[in-house]
């Protein structure tokens, strides 16, 4: 069955950092597109970064280029994400899944890791 499970989450300054850990399994990790998402109560899950396979190509929102960087460890079936420069508007929670910029395990959402920016 295939799961993911996100950790790494915390309560941070804005201008802090935070690197998230995602470790998938019961699929071929090292085959699959992953990315990550995040959803604030009251809205749409949206994509946050994106990477192919083999790390070869990168796709970020808008909002969290060059503050964001996703990298992937496939002997350890293991997606980051590292954050800097955080900003309030950065809380919610956040979600992995594979594929690249759509989930294609929709119905295997992990628990997910709430980051939160606030003084």
């Known amino acids: 069955q295939v799961q993911f499970l996100e950790s790494g989450g915390g309560l941070v300054q804005p201008g802090g950092s935070l690197r998230l850990s995602c470790v998938a399994s019961?699929?071929?990790?090292?085959?699959?597109?992953m990315s990550w998402y995040r959803q604030d109560p009251g809205k749409e899950r949206e994509l946050v970064a994106g990477?192919?396979?083999?790390?070869?190509?990168?796709t970020y929102a808008d909002s969290v280029k060059g503050r964001f960087t996703i990298f992937r460890e496939n002997a350890k079936n293991t997606v980051y994400l590292q954050m800097n420069r955080l900003k309030p508007e950065d809380t919610a929670v956040y979600y992995c899944?594979?594929?690249?910029?759509?989930?294609?395990?929709?119905?295997?959402w992990g628990q997910g890791t709430q980051v939160t920016v606030s003084s």
């Open positions: 899944n594979n594929g690249f910029t759509l989930p294609m395990s929709t119905a295997n």
């Open positions: 019961g699929f071929t990790f090292s085959s699959y597109a």
């Open positions: 990477i192919t396979s083999a790390g070869r190509s990168l």
